[in-house]
């Protein structure tokens, strides 16, 4: 695979995924996963983002993407619980290594990020986004709508509204989703489309709640989740996300989960998501043939409790990776 010359100068290597406890039969992501320069296609493509300058709480996220990453160490070919073995389904991985992020420049990070996930999606790659802060959704979603002929339906799991106008007059983490809305020339996201699942705590704000019920957004709280069960809920996400589509983009923010999936990140959450949860979902929402990428956001190693967040985080990339090899076997990926 070749991407053109002034967007490979973007990329910085990444670090690499390690080996864990050796055992003859065990097939180890470090096993899997390619150089993307050495490989002639792939399905998932790994792209960090080590940005967090659009935090406004607690920063530490831009650790994230070589934080799962080396978490990643600990993961293996197959999954008993969704019987899903890696290395039978043919399923080709590769690390496309870092985002160069400029760290006193939102917007040309930003741009940055565009015009590298652009270009791995006319390669035919699906990415695996690995942040970063939440304000990368911005240009993960747009890249996605460059290369997309019709509209595009976003799902989106956090414990947050993100629908703010700004945060003291700048662009943040709370702000990329009313960017997708009303930036994105042509308006290709629909807000019938969006859906925001785990919303929760007293960290939100009620007028941002009102411009949702205008627009027509879904927004389904935490407190609903645990309520209805995750699978009704994400049946109703996807029924309402891929009406009318062309591709479909997942964005989960990791403090979507309650603190103890997750308390090495930006804002924990009590009362948000179980691990499973969010596992499911994205299992779920992956295998939806309209699928055509994830990020996975705000894992913050420097604010984490012996790694979890991270292997969390982990845990929902190979939950990713696991869900795209079903949908390969069955030949909707």
């Given at each position: 695979?070749?991407?053109?010359?002034?967007?490979?100068?973007?990329?910085?290597?990444?670090?690499?995924?390690?080996?864990?406890?050796?055992?003859?039969?065990?097939?180890?992501?470090?096993?899997?996963?390619?150089?993307?320069?050495?490989?002639?296609h792939a399905d998932v493509g790994i792209i960090g983002i080590p940005f967090d300058t659009g935090v406004v709480i607690r920063r530490g996220c831009r650790f994230g993407p070589d934080g799962v990453r080396t978490a990643l160490a600990m993961s293996t070919s197959y999954e008993p619980g969704v019987d899903v073995d890696l290395v039978s389904s043919g399923i080709k991985i590769v690390d496309f290594g870092n985002v160069d992020a400029m760290f006193t420049d939102l917007k040309e990070t930003h741009r940055r990020v565009e015009a590298v996930i652009?270009?791995?999606?006319?390669?035919?790659?699906?990415?695996?986004?690995?942040?970063?802060?939440?304000?990368?959704?911005?240009?993960?979603?747009?890249?996605?709508?460059?290369?997309?002929?019709?509209n595009v339906g976003v799902i989106m799991i956090d414990g947050h509204l993100d629908l703010r106008i700004s945060h003291h007059g700048e662009i943040s983490s709370g702000t990329p989703f009313r960017r997708m809305l009303e930036e994105i020339p042509g308006q290709p996201v629909r807000p019938e489309n969006f859906v925001e699942i785990g919303i929760n705590g007293w960290h939100n704000n009620a007028f941002y709640m009102d411009y949702a019920r205008k627009k027509g957004i879904r927004v389904i709280s935490a407190r609903e989740v645990h309520q209805r069960g995750i699978e009704d809920v994400v049946d109703e996400a996807l029924t309402r996300a891929t009406d009318g589509v062309k591709a479909l983009f997942l964005s989960f923010d990791i403090d979507g989960l309650d603190m103890a999936a997750a308390p090495g990140t930006c804002a924990p959450n009590p009362g948000g998501l179980t691990a499973y949860q969010g596992l499911e979902a994205v299992w779920r929402?992956?295998?939806?043939?309209?699928?055509?990428?994830?990020?996975?956001?705000?894992?913050?190693?420097?604010?984490?409790?012996?790694?979890?967040?991270?292997?969390?985080?982990?845990?929902?990339?190979?939950?990713?990776?696991?869900?795209?090899?079903?949908?390969?076997?069955?030949?909707?990926?």
């Open positions: 695979m070749k991407l053109p010359a002034d967007i490979e100068r973007l990329i910085l290597p990444p670090a690499p995924v390690g080996k864990f406890v050796p055992d003859e039969y065990d097939i180890e992501m470090s096993d899997l996963i390619d150089d993307w320069h050495k490989a002639d652009t270009e791995v999606y006319k390669l035919g790659v699906t990415p695996l986004i690995l942040g970063g802060d939440h304000s990368l959704a911005y240009p993960d979603i747009k890249a996605l709508t460059n290369v997309t002929n019709g929402i992956c295998q939806h043939p309209l699928c055509r990428g994830i990020d996975i956001v705000e894992v913050a190693p420097p604010l984490d409790v012996l790694g979890l967040t991270s292997m969390m985080g982990a845990a929902l990339a190979m939950h990713f990776i696991g869900a795209r090899a079903k949908a390969k076997t069955a030949g909707g990926g």
